[in-house]
Structure formats: C-alpha cells, structure tokens
C-alpha cells in the first residue's frame, strides 16, 4: 500500500502576472519501504514538491491543486493543527542547509530533546538519552561533549549529521531528504545513506529522496523520477532507467556526472564535457594547463591551529581542539593542490588560517616568499595577493547590496581606483565570469545557486590575486552547474595563472581538476602526491576509504555494506597537557609522501 501518492498535484505562485504554476500535474507514489529518488537540476522543482507535501510553502502567495495523499489522508484539506502533529513525526524532513534550519540560540543535544519530547513524550533524561544514541549513530564524535555545543560551533557537515538526528529522532513513517547529504563527504555520505537504509529497514519506512547526484541515486534508489522545469519527462525503475534512459535530459544529468577513474595517469587537469540537455552540443577541448615558476607561491610549514575549551568559575581551558597538527606542503605557481578529507578534519579551517581568519600557534606561511603569520603583517595588502571562495555563496554577499557593489568594494577599501572606474571594472568582471554587465544592478537573491557562485569567483579576482582558496566551491551545487563553474576556473587559471588550494570532499572533481593532492585525517595530513599517485596507488588506508566510498552512478554495481565502521574516527578534542606524536612520511614515489606511524 502507498504511504505517498500524489495525484496530479499543481503548485503555482503569485507574482504581479497572476498566478505562475512552477510544478505542474505531478503524479507519484511511494510504498512503505521504498526509495523514491526525485532528481533534476536547480529550477526543475524537485524542492518546491516536497514543501507542497509538507505544506512549508506561505499561504496566499502559493496555491496548491490536486491531491496529496498520505495514509489515506488529504494533506491539502487538513487543517494546520493537524498538519503539526503529522510534521516531524508522521513525516520528517531534512533540509540542504542546516544552517537555516537549526535554531543558533539553543544547543543541539536541546533541539533533538525538544523534538523527542514533544513528539514521542520522553521525559528529559530519556530524550537525553536517546539524544546521544543518535549523534553516535550519525557518527559525531565525543557525542556526550557536543550536544552541548551551539550550531555555529560545528563545521558544516556536523551540522548536517545533526539535522538527520533531529528527522529520524521519531522514526518518521515518509521521510523527505532534500539534498541531505550534498555537503558531506564521501565517507560521511555512504554512511549516512546506510543510515538511512537501515532505518528504512527497521521501520518500513518510506523514503522521498531528492538529490543532483546520480551516484547516491543509484546506490539508493528503488525507483527515479526525473523532473526538468516543473514537469516529470521521465520515471522508472533504477536499473532500466540508468541502462538505457529515454529522455535527452536524462541522459545529459549522467553524462555531467564526472567518473572516478577516468583520468588514468593525465598529469594535467581536463575540463568537463559539458552536453545541453535539448541540443546535445559538447563544449569546446579542455586547454592544457602547466605549472611553471622559479619557487612556490605558497610554503606552509609545520603549521598547528587549536582552540581552547574552556569551563569552570574562572574559564579556564579544561580541553583544546587540534584542530590542524604540523601541516606542511608547497603550492606552486598555476597549479591546483587539492585538500580533501572528511568534515571536521582541518580543511576549512587550514584555508581561514592562510588568510590570517583564525589564530594559529606555531608554525610558517611564506606567500610568494613573504612571511605572513609574523606580527607586524599588513593584512590589507597581504589579501590582495590571495583571496578566498567561500561554500555558500548567498551567505557571503551582502543582500541589501546589489552584486556591482558587492564586487567593486575591494576595489574601493584598498584605493585602487575611483567609484566609477570600480563600477565599471566590476561589469567587466562579470562579464569575464560568463555573465553579463547589466547584472551588476541585480541583488544576490535575484541569481541562481551557480551564478552566485559565479560572482564570488568575479569578486575574488577583483585584486587580481596570485592565490585563490576555494573551499567547497561547488559542492552545493548540480552537476551540470558544477561543470560549467569548474570549467570557468580552469579557464581562468590558464590565462591568469592563478594557484589554487580546492579544499572539497567530492573525490571524482578532485581528481578532474588537480595537480596534486594533500589528504586530511584528524589534522594532519596523511598522504600527499601527484594526482595520478594518490588515486592510482593510494598508499594510506584513509586514502583508500575515501576513494572506495565514492558513489559510481552505476546501480548494478550497488553496493551492500553491512553497517557503518566508526572504529578509526579520532576526535580532534584532547586534555589541554597533550602533546601530539613526532610523525614522520617515506616517500615512496617521486613527490609522494605518506605518513609512516598513523595509528
């Protein structure tokens, strides 16, 4: 029997024109214990159908028609009181961004409390309890010590985890995952599908799962609906539609899905092949990219970021978190080092601290030769030379700014030019980003998820920077878009030979766009090498977890885990006496370094 049938469902919005339909005669269902993977670009409407179903979408300004059916129940015609007794128990949802979704003023042992004794009448010990059940099995590490951290305390992954603890708290019977694990890394994304499969399992639980990402779906999916501008032009069983799909929008989203493997012993990175869903025209041959430069633009050396827990009627520091330990590498003129590892494991914050946005202990940054963690540096000078690409981009441009402004203002601080002149350079850029002039007049909410991104790209090479830190650049974003916005900085990096340190967890971009790869665990980096070596011949067993955790969009080679293995997950928190371990690294290839005594 259905738990979820949608029976021709049209949501439409209301702007100055009347009322827009955005999702139009939709129609599915999804049995107990089914995985119904919705998929499709940004746009297509895979988000607005399940705010429909969960009835989020503002009263008066969205219309819905059709029906919703959910255990024999119309949602449509329920009246709200009823709707919040079936939210977030009967159904649970989680959300791409945690951020927006958790309350920043209250602890997150709180927020699952809060949700297990108001749905499930738990006593507050017993929610406690079962609390720290759950961030164990989404693997937070030291459980029992983060409920009582804040939300802005954990990275961005964390955060998610935290998000499906609180979905899952009352064992839904439909649980709607939007985008759940977009921001995780491979590891974390296989674990949490696992998850989710087990859970399914226990409860009979059904599972509306909507993602961009035709690996996850291939390893989740019982079932696909392809959705493209509003209107599903394709649906089907996993294995047939993966085989042979019958859309041209289908068979463009996987072939904009870049392959694990693909690259061989290319020593150079190659652009994607970019197929338009309706014409099925390729882009252009990728340019060839070389790393030339008498010494490096970066040298970091033995460099150690902690932060200090601190408790008691004094405030003292009862516990530290290492955040990064004895990090070292070179990153040379035009190339691209990549950072990759799990959440939580000193990436972003290796990238704040080589802007100088974190404190940091010990160790050397030489930019271009110049030290750079010394007291006495020009802060305002050094960031003209390197500049930062942040992950999301609407939370890093200003809303009540229009994007020109937005971009012309380094210009402006650092009293380059005049405002005119900054206007019309700002133009310029966003016209050399792919978009065009006149969108300088437009605030951020006007553009879409990829052309935001697009200028945060234009407004990092306002100061024509030699260094750029991406971190997690592209990973909110679709695979088509991802392309499109990788390709443009591959271009940019040939004409402007532009460094880049591309911090992200997606292992197969990583592997489509670098020179070289350095491997983060608990800190410290564990392995680092030419691209080719380290996903040819991982040589540390962390390196290889990343990469067989890779989803393949290959449904036949679905693979059956059985359970999720936490048993090497150190967590960064240490007694405030610690010393870390010498460690030491054989190479053993030329370039390739690996750590010798990793426990």
Request: net charge neutral.
């Amino acid at each position: 029997m259905a738990v979820l049938e949608l029976d021709n469902l049209t949501t439409s919005f209301r702007g100055d024109d009347g009322w827009k339909p955005v999702v139009r005669n939709v129609s599915f269902s999804i049995d107990a214990g089914e995985t119904l993977a919705v998929v499709g670009e940004s746009g297509s409407g895979k988000s607005v159908t399940a705010m429909s179903i969960m009835r989020l979408l503002q009263p008066g300004l969205a219309r819905h028609q059709g029906r919703i059916l959910f255990e024999g129940w119309d949602l449509l015609t329920l009246p709200e009181t009823q709707m919040q007794q079936i939210r977030g128990n009967r159904i649970a949802m989680i959300f791409q961004e945690p951020m927006t979704s958790l309350n920043p003023v209250m602890t997150i042992g709180d927020q699952i409390d809060e949700a297990l004794m108001i749905h499930r009448g738990l006593s507050a010990s017993a929610a406690r309890k079962e609390t720290l059940q759950l961030l164990e099995k989404v693997r937070i590490p030291a459980a029992s010590r983060r409920a009582d951290d804040y939300p802005h305390l954990l990275s961005g992954g964390m955060r998610q985890r935290v998000m499906i603890a609180v979905a899952l708290a009352c064992r839904p019977k439909l649980l709607i995952a939007d985008e759940p694990t977009t921001a995780l890394d491979v590891t974390i994304q296989a674990q949490i599908t696992q998850l989710i499969k087990e859970l399914q399992q226990e409860e009979d639980m059904a599972v509306l799962f909507i993602t961009h990402d035709m690996g996850v779906v291939a390893e989740i999916a019982d079932r696909v609906t392809v959705m493209y501008r509003g209107d599903i032009v394709e649906t089907g069983a996993t294995d047939p539609l993966f085989a042979a799909p019958r859309q041209p929008y289908t068979r463009a989203l996987l072939a904009a899905v870049p392959a694990l493997g693909k690259m061989g012993a290319t020593t150079r990175p190659k652009r994607f092949d970019l197929v338009d869903a309706m014409t099925g025209l390729a882009a252009p041959a990728a340019p060839t990219i070389d790393t030339v430069g008498p010494e490096p633009v970066l040298q970091v050396r033995n460099l150690v970021t902690r932060f200090d827990i601190r408790g008691g009627l004094r405030r003292r520091a009862v516990a530290r978190v290492h955040a990064i330990e004895n990090v070292s590498f070179d990153l040379n003129h035009g190339e691209t080092l990549a950072l990759v590892g799990e959440s939580g494991c000193g990436k972003s914050t290796t990238g704040r601290a080589l802007m100088r946005m974190v404190h940091t202990q010990a160790g050397s940054v030489r930019l271009q030769g110049q030290e750079i963690l010394g007291a006495g540096v020009d802060l305002q000078a050094l960031r003209r030379s390197i500049q930062m690409i942040f992950q999301d981009p609407y939370a890093s441009l200003n809303p009540r700014r229009k994007v020109g402004a937005a971009i012309a203002e380094p210009l402006l601080i650092h009293k380059v030019c005049t405002p005119r002149e900054a206007m019309a350079r700002a133009r310029a850029l966003l016209e050399e980003v792919g978009l065009s002039g006149e969108m300088a007049d437009r605030y951020p909410h006007e553009f879409s998820g990829g052309q935001r991104q697009r200028v945060c790209i234009a407004r990092a090479l306002t100061l024509e920077p030699k260094l750029i830190i991406a971190d997690e650049s592209v990973s909110a974003l679709d695979v088509s878009i991802k392309a499109q916005v990788l390709n443009l900085m591959l271009d940019l990096q040939e004409r402007k030979r532009l460094s880049y340190l591309f911090i992200s967890h997606d292992m197969a971009v990583v592997e489509r766009v670098s020179h070289r790869v350095a491997v983060m665990y608990s800190g410290e980096i564990v392995e680092i090498g030419p691209r080719a070596e380290i996903f040819n011949n991982p040589r540390h067993p962390y390196t290889r977890r990343l990469i067989d955790a890779v989803p393949i969009p290959d449904p036949t080679l679905r693979r059956v885990r059985g359970g999720m293995d936490t048993s090497d997950i150190r967590s960064p928190l240490r007694h405030v006496d610690y010393q870390p371990p010498l460690r030491h690294y054989d190479e053993v290839s030329a370039g390739h370094f690996v750590m010798a005594d990793a426990q």
